[in-house]
């Protein structure tokens, strides 16, 4: 017999192995096909393999939520839109940053990107109509998250599982995330798929979790037989997330959220045109701003809040540590903008080289700015005003020629090649300002990486062999990439060398088979890799504060992914289900700021600063399997029943230590029950998230102390209730009631690194800062027209 846990890592593809035969035993042994089924429309998605596919025909794990669900669910904003996927989270942590003193930007960066199987940040490639979205940039107390789109705008979102390097190159180490924006013909077809000249529609939606209030409104219209535009529009108002803290203090010890406001307002136009019946053309034009202004009382002192006297007689180690004590309060705005300007050409050809050509060209402009300022202790009288200003820039360019072929190989067999070239270029830039009283050391304005240009070339190629029950989808893409610094300006001085510039390449392969059993059911297996190229912020970067040093590192590789996955898929008549057993490894992988402590191990100080260096260092695995799906009870009292359901589990190790990822969030699972009229639906779902043990993390403590303990979350139940009242066919009233018994509890990658006992360093505990809102209510109101 083995060791008790010598095999653990695999307990969980045993376990999703197991569920998966009995699964498709029951089904096929309980569920009688029906004539019904055969009507039913296929669900397509496009991210997947680059051009429009059935999701059961498709060898990798993957969820696409659809305008319906969109609206259904009443999902305001992608930590909404990650709620019932497994293994998919969405951090967003409450705004309790830090504009000066000791660096801490939690939550400044609002929703701040995807994380899929326990990876998240740049490590997801996230896109908008296949463009990409701007990185997220974080540095000390400053971070700009990626949170840049508006749901409203978006005919559906798609969501891959896994590397996507194959296609879409750099950033698909962990999965890929495309949001993809109405057409023309979402608005111009009526319910029974026949086009119309004028069509559109108009919301207004309350959201109860930061009092948050949008009006939106969309048109299109049919100008002859080979034009046709759109253009949607929203507005919405917000104050921050809402927790279940209780402790109103206007210092370092409350509890309750900090007041902020936040504003939005997005413009999405499309023109389509087809001079021809052979091609067409659709000109994107869009545009997202966002901002948010924060009173940050939690940032304060408990008073008395003053310098030590003799201030300018203490060492620079202590002046430091006094300034950072004498915070008395802080403010900070934000203020987001992105501009896209994109134009997509289809052409049907007759060539022995092609059927279908796809042309994309597209600009995007994203900026993001933070401007703060601190009140720091009385002793500078009117004079005791820190202020920063923080910039990000990206600026980028984006051109793709594809190219699609199909033929028949035998009278069993068929063919078709996917193949095509990718090139981006896209200019990053970030810059800090700032002023502070006497008698500090006046601020320098500096570049904390000089300007850089990213540079990509690449092409790609994807084989598809398929027969009646057969598939085999092979695929490379070779990667060129670039790093170049533009401008030494601002960085170097004051950095102590130039900025360096780096080039390299990728190779990414990928394997997909998949088996039809019967028409009704599929077994699949995936192979797939990822890259991620290294960022001019990481290899750059240079700091110097105190007694610390932020080092760069012009020799950073690129991280990659090999991921092994294996599957079924069905879609009886009253079953749909997927499931998805993975493995995982991680080589190369990029540690920010690593601690590399002092020259000469001895204690920090001036003269011997502790380092700090971004460095290749971690190799990790990680498995898991996803589970989900939607069984149909059948008719019942003039409606339908049917119970959605998912269900995400990951284990992961770092393999250089052997221990556990922190990263990795808790095993979530979610049924429903759904009753559908035809003018009501109602749905109860249930969610339920496993608590965090100190078995699933690498310390108990938190990083460099043997007193702080790490808080872990306990496992929570949570009830949302939601209702759509259809009064008349292009009316829809929608209601939610969401965490209906109001269930006090956290999610973990918001309080990864949180403090849960009181020390002498730390002598209160705010832990209830970081707990979700309790109960609350969603309403909106759409109407077609």
């Known amino acids: 017999m083995s060791a008790p846990g010598k095999h653990a890592s695999f307990t969980p593809i045993v376990q999703a192995l197991a569920l998966m035969l009995v699964t498709s035993a029951a089904a096929q042994a309980q569920v009688v096909p029906t004539p019904a089924a055969a009507g039913q429309l296929k669900e397509v998605v496009v991210s997947a393999s680059r051009y429009e596919q059935p999701t059961e025909e498709l060898p990798a794990s993957l969820d696409v939520l659809g305008k319906q669900a969109l609206e259904d669910g009443q999902i305001q904003d992608i930590r909404d839109l990650a709620k019932d996927l497994p293994n998919v989270s969405v951090k967003r942590a409450p705004a309790r940053f830090s504009v000066t003193g000791k660096g801490n930007p939690t939550g400044v960066d609002a929703n701040a990107g995807f994380s899929i199987r326990g990876l998240g940040g740049n490590r997801v490639l996230m896109l908008v109509d296949s463009v990409r979205l701007p990185r997220s940039y974080i540095n000390g107390s400053n971070a700009f998250g990626r949170d840049a789109v508006d749901l409203g705008l978006l005919q559906r979102v798609e969501i891959i599982h896994g590397p996507s390097s194959a296609l879409y190159g750099s950033d698909g180490l962990a999965g890929l995330v495309n949001f993809i924006t109405l057409t023309p013909a979402d608005m111009l077809k009526d319910s029974s798929g026949v086009l119309r000249d004028s069509g559109g529609k108009a919301w207004v939606s309350y959201s109860g979790d930061d009092n948050g209030a949008t009006l939106g409104g969309t048109v299109a219209h049919r100008a002859g037989d080979n034009a046709e535009w759109l253009l949607s529009s929203s507005v919405g108002r917000a104050d921050g997330l809402k927790n279940m803290g209780s402790n109103d203090a206007a210092n370092e010890t409350r509890t309750t959220p900090n007041p902020q406001t936040g504003n939005s307002a997005s413009l999405l136009g499309k023109l389509v045109w087809r001079p021809t019946g052979s091609q067409s053309h659709t000109l994107t034009l869009e545009q997202v701003q966002k901002d948010s202004d924060v009173t940050l009382l939690s940032s304060a002192k408990k008073l008395p809040v003053k310098l030590p006297l003799g201030y300018n007689t203490l060492s620079a180690m202590a002046k430091s540590a006094a300034v950072a004590a004498a915070v008395a309060g802080e403010a900070a705005t934000q203020d987001q903008s992105r501009s896209r300007m994109s134009w997509n050409g289809s052409y049907t050809v007759t ?185 001019g912020q990481q290899v750059n970067s240079t700091l110097e504060v105190s007694t610390a040093k932020l080092l760069p590192n012009p020799d950073l590789q690129p991280e990659t992914s090999r991921t092994l996955e294996i599957g079924a898929k069905a879609r009886w008549p009253r079953l749909a289900l997927d499931v998805a057993v993975f493995s995982s490894r991680f080589d190369h992988l990029i540690q920010e700021k ?174 209830d800062a970081y707990t979700q809102p309790g109960r609350y209510v969603n309403v909106s109101v759409v109407m077609d027209f």
Do not use: C
């Open 351 to 535: 060539s022995p080289l092609a059927d279908r050509v796809t042309t994309v060209l597209s600009w995007q402009d994203s900026r993001a700015q933070e401007d703060g300022q601190t009140q720091l202790a009385t002793l500078w009288a009117n004079n005791g005003l820190r202020q920063r200003q923080t910039s990000y820039q990206e600026q980028g360019l984006q051109a793709t020629v594809q190219a699609e072929k199909t033929w028949s190989v035998s009278p069993d067999w068929g063919h078709k090649l996917t193949y095509g070239l990718d090139w981006s270029q896209t200019d990053i830039s970030s810059f800090a300002d700032g002023s502070d009283p006497a008698p500090i050391t006046a601020y320098v304005p500096k570049h904390y990486f000089p300007d850089t240009r990213d540079t990509a070339q690449a092409v790609y190629v994807q084989s598809e062999w398929f027969s009646e029950r057969w598939s085999l989808t092979p695929g490379v893409r070779f990667d060129q990439f670039s790093l170049e610094v533009l401008s030494q300006d601002g960085y170097y001085p004051p950095a102590a060398a130039p900025g360096k510039s780096l080039s390299g390449s990728a190779v990414s392969p990928k394997l997909g088979v998949m088996f039809k059993a019967t028409p009704l059911w599929s077994l699949y297996g995936n192979y797939a890799t990822g890259f991620r190229a290294p960022e």
């Open 594 to 767: 690593k601690d590399l402590g002092t020259a000469n191990g001895l204690a920090a100080s001036i003269a011997n600063p502790t380092l700090f260096q971004t460095v290749n260092i971690d190799k990790a695995s990680i498995s898991g399997y996803e589970i989900r799906g939607r069984y149909d009870w059948g008719a019942f009292a003039n409606g339908q029943f049917s119970t959605p359901f998912s269900y995400g589990s990951t284990r992961g190790t770092n393999d250089v230590t052997n221990k556990p990822l922190n990263s990795l969030e808790p095993t979530k699972l979610s049924v429903g029950l759904a009753y559908s009229s035809v003018q009501w639906d109602l749905r109860l779902d249930v969610h339920h998230q496993m608590g965090k043990s100190a078995s699933d993390i690498d310390s108990a403590f938190i990083p460099k102390s043997t007193t702080q303990r790490q808080f872990l979350p306990a496992a929570v139940t949570t009830l949302d209730l939601n209702a759509q009242w259809r009064p008349r066919k292009d009316v829809r009233l929608n209601l939610g009631v969401i965490n209906l018994t109001n269930q006090k509890y956290w999610n973990w990658s918001d309080v990864q690194g949180l403090v849960s006992n009181p020390t002498a360093l730390v002598p209160y505990v705010v832990v």
